[in-house]
């Protein structure tokens, strides 16, 4: 069963700024697009960022220019760069396959954005 362990979460205040990271399996991390989810209490879980095995990045409207995905293929770790936060982004973050999920989450990571 493929892990994915997130890390990186925390309070922070409006407009701040929190880099997330993610490590799996380097069988699954080189091979694929990866990306990064978010669920809020209450909501159904979104994609946030993409990237391809290549580096080509995705966002959806709702973090277009305020998120950054990037990757390490040497150390098989995924990155989420966050920036000018809102309460609007509270929610558990977790990382995945990017274009279909695999159905193993793992625990996720909190982000807290209030003042």
């Known amino acids: 069963q493929v892990q994915f362990v997130e890390s990186g979460g925390g309070l922070v205040q409006p407009g701040g700024s929190l880099r997330l990271s993610c490590s799996t399996a380097r069988s699954i991390f080189r091979l694929y697009t990866m990306g990064w989810f978010r669920q809020a209490s209450g909501k159904e879980r979104e994609l946030v960022a993409a990237?391809?095995?290549?580096?080509?990045?995705s966002y959806p409207d709702p973090t277009r220019g305020r998120f950054t995905v990037s990757r390490d293929n040497g150390e098989n770790l995924l990155y989420l760069q966050m920036n000018d936060l809102q309460p609007k982004d509270t929610a558990v973050y977790y990382c995945n396959l990017g274009d279909i999920p695999l159905n193993s989450w793992g625990r996720g990571t909190q982000v807290i954005v209030s003042s």
């Open positions: 990237i391809t095995k290549d580096g080509t990045t």
